[in-house]
């Protein structure tokens, strides 16, 4: 044993090297002797008893004839040497067995040698080159002593020749096996095949692991040695982490292997070595009943450079394949990675309907905008995670976009509500609460679906439906979404077309004072009379232009019309509060603070005219986003009006951050009042809370005189809706005010 082995922990290590030049157990050498006369036989066992040649005992069987000699070959393929008499049944029946033995046999390996009574039998020098025969000797020349080294010739000439052959038996072996390594294209596919085959080359059940070693590779995530593939009676080893698997015997072998850099030899089995260029070194460990190194040390130390390099390219591969098919940012597989998935879906259909879910996060371009890609990308990796939870191993969840998530299994495990619940709570990012919604596009799976790439368009269709009808909204996909997506782009074409030619023009609903009926304020409101003369509702074209990102351009447009118009009833003796709506897509574009203060200078109306109405849902939505802002504006003295109010998730506290001018009650709750009790109490709760927090109160939609009696005696101290008046075209306007102030 050499010196220098490091803390080997049991005496029963030693390096294959060492293992394999200490050529354990020595079956003896079969020598077949073929002679028709029964004494030479026994003279021959006579004269080489208790010899051994080689370091291995001799064993002699006997053949009377030719027939029997071929007979025995056959059972016996391990004779390595044949002592022949030339002269038997016939003068050439010799000659003809060594012609059988080397053609229709097909033994190479086997020594010759002839043996005759007689001088003047000589084989001719031709047979002796084509047949292989080793030696010719007359019998009575075969004393022991020459006997003994003519053996020895003829036993290290077989010596040499099986180890040649059992050499490129195993390098073909190995070479068979390495072209069909490189086509796996993941490490554990590699590491199953490299240990099958392993067990293969030493002929044994594949009880063995496969553990690599992250410690030097830069991109690796967990630096711990952890088993990529284990087998056989290791089989529960997958996936685990080295030290996890406890103290024992094969553990240490695998240890020393890597602190060592060398391939161990222990009582439990074999670790071999194999290490990397790219700095993720491994070991390949075969258990006990496969680990003898029978090999040549040469074909053992080729095998173990080529298997690592061969290692390397896979790890190429499986980097590349990462970088083609893994998300950087959150990890998730990709959308080419998820095509795949479902392409696989549709050659071997899984058990139960299968459903595609696109996840798309609301708003996330303001977001990000607002709090830059740091805080943005955090977001991400937090819905990476909150997807990765809701789903189970039969759900595969993919990044397929920016901020558009994916989640593809069973129908039953891809109800959308499930997965918009994991979503409901608040992420924390630097100290920053920021709460999500997302829309869900949704379609399943047939196999009349031509590819993933085309469910996943066709998914594409449904969320695109969905983020058209607003925040957390779902669609499923159908013909007729795909036609309604149609008509929505023409649509938006449309709206488009509308605003750059100025068909687009405002509306101004009175907002009363509940006591008087006095006219304190207008709302704008926008509308678009398409190119057939119909007016297109708003609650069909803002989405649109929210989604379309026009929001922007019209949204500035109306806060300037609204402020202008403002300014020009004032100068007629309307000095009128302008409620003008705002949308989330608005609100987060940066500087809107600064364009409402450009747009009020510029049109000259003192900032307490305006009043900006956004809704509940958006005013809680993120109150990080939505709170600077308007407490901005509040700063430039506008005033904040939460619409809808009641339909939104208002806490207490958030409502007092927010500390908004007026509170909205939406219309259904107006609509409630008749019926006396259910929501007509809401209304009534609003109007309580308006006065806890020292707020303003504002119905909308009161159509019907009840409603108004019963919104005057809780106290709600304003009112807007048809019965007093629709919202009233610019022309219009200056008749209606003037006829309320008589
Ligand atoms: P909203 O802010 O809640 O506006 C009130 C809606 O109720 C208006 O519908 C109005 O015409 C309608 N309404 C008023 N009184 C009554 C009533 O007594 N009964 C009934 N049934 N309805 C009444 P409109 O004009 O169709 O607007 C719909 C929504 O479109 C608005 O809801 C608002 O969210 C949005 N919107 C309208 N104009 C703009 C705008 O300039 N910018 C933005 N961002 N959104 C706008
Ligand atoms: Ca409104
Ligand atoms: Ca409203």
Not at 65 to 87: F, G, M, N, T, Y
Not at 199 to 221: K, M, P, T
Not at 521 to 537: F, H, N, Q, S, Y
Not at 679 to 700: F, K, N, P, Q
């Amino acid at each position: 044993m050499s010196q220098d082995r490091p803390d080997a922990a049991e005496d029963s290590l030693v390096f294959a090297s060492e293992a394999a030049a200490a050529g354990r157990g020595c079956p003896p050498w079969t020598i077949l002797v073929v002679d028709d006369e029964p004494d030479v036989f026994a003279a021959t066992c006579m004269a080489m008893r208790g010899v051994e040649i080689l370091g291995r005992p001799l064993e002699f069987v006997h053949a009377a004839s030719a027939r029997e000699a071929r007979a025995l070959l056959q059972s016996r393929p391990e004779v390595a040497v044949i002592l022949l008499d030339v002269v038997m049944e016939s003068e050439a029946a010799g000659l003809e067995l060594v012609a059988c033995i080397r053609n229709e046999l097909g033994l190479k390996k086997p020594r010759i040698i002839l043996r005759t009574g007689q001088p003047g039998y000589a084989p001719e020098m031709q047979a002796i080159r084509d047949y292989d025969i080793n030696d010719y000797r007359i019998k009575s020349e075969l004393t022991r002593t020459r006997l003994y080294t003519v053996l020895t010739s003829a036993l290290r000439g077989y010596q040499t020749l099986a180890a040649v052959e059992s050499t490129r038996h195993d390098l073909e072996y190995l070479l068979r096996a390495q072209t069909e390594l490189l086509s796996a294209n993941t490490m554990p596919a590699f590491a199953v095949g490299l240990l099958e085959r392993l067990a293969g080359l030493f002929g044994a059940a594949a009880d063995a692991a496969f553990v690599s070693d992250g410690r030097r590779a830069q991109d690796a995530e967990d630096h711990r040695r952890r088993v990529v593939a284990a087998l056989g009676r290791y089989a529960d080893w997958s996936w685990r982490r080295l030290d996890a698997i406890g103290p024992c015997p094969e553990v240490r072998v695998i240890e020393l292997a890597f602190s060592t850099r060398r391939t161990v030899q222990g009582e439990c089995g074999l670790a071999m070595y194999l290490p990397s260029r790219t700095g993720a070194d491994a070991v390949a460990f075969l258990g006990a009943a496969c680990a003898t190194a029978r090999h040549a040390p040469e074909v053992f130390d080729l095998f173990v450079q080529n298997t690592a390099v061969a290692a390397d390219g896979v790890r190429l591969v499986e980097r590349l394949r990462d970088a083609a098919y893994v998300d950087g940012l959150t990890r998730l597989p990709n959308r080419s990675a998820l095509a795949e998935t479902i392409d696989g879906a549709l050659r071997v259909p899984p058990d139960g309907p299968q459903r595609l879910l696109l996840i798309d996060i609301d708003q996330f371009s303001e977001i990000n905008e607002t709090f830059g890609d740091r805080i943005g990308d955090a977001l991400l990796r937090g819905v990476a995670q909150r997807l990765m939870a809701q789903a189970d191993s039969s759900v595969r969840v993919a990044r397929v976009a920016n901020d558009t998530f994916a989640a593809f299994g069973p129908q039953d495990r891809l109800v959308p509500a499930d997965w918009a619940r994991r979503l409901d709570e608040p992420f924390e990012v630097d100290e920053l609460q920021i709460a999500l919604s997302a829309s869900f596009g949704g379609v399943e799976l047939t196999p009349e679906c031509g590819s993933g790439g085309e469910l996943i368009k066709m998914g594409y269709s449904a969320l695109k439906r969905a983020k058209q009808a607003g925040h957390r909204s779902v669609a499923f996909y159908s013909h007729e979404v795909a036609t309604e997506i149609k008509e929505r782009t023409r649509l938006l074409h449309g709206l488009r077309a509308a605003f750059d030619q100025q068909r687009l023009f405002l509306v101004y609903q009175p907002q009363v004072e509940a006591a008087s009926g006095r006219t304190v304020g207008l709302e704008a409101l926008m509308r678009w009379r398409a190119d057939d003369g119909r007016l297109v509702p708003p609650d069909r074209f803002i989405p649109l232009a929210e989604q379309s990102g026009l929001i922007k351009d019209l949204g500035a447009w109306a806060l300037r019309l609204a402020i202008h118009r403002a300014v020009v009833l004032g100068e007629a003796g309307h000095r009128l509060r302008m409620a003008v709506n705002v949308s989330m897509s608005q609100l987060l574009v940066p500087g809107f603070e600064r364009l409402v203060e450009e747009a009020l200078a510029e049109g000259g109306l003192p900032p307490q005219r305006l009043e900006i109405e956004i809704t509940e849902s958006v005013a809680m939505q993120s109150p990080d986003i939505v709170l600077p802002r308007l407490a901005a504006l509040k700063r430039l003295g506008v005033g904040v009006a939460i619409d809808d109010f009641g339909t939104g998730y208002s806490s207490l506290s958030s409502l007092e951050k927010l500390a908004p001018d007026r509170l909205k009650i939406d219309r259904s709750f107006v609509l409630g009042l008749e019926a006396e009790q259910g929501s007509s109490g809401i209304a009534e709760m609003i109007i309580e809370l308006g006065r806890t927090l020292g707020l303003r109160v504002i119905a909308e939609g009161v159509e019907t005189e009840a409603q108004r009696q019963r919104l005057v005696a809780l106290g709600c101290h304003e009112l807007q809706g048809y019965l007093f008046s629709p919202p009233l075209a610019v022309d219009a306007l200056p008749g209606w005010l003037a006829g309320q102030q008589t």
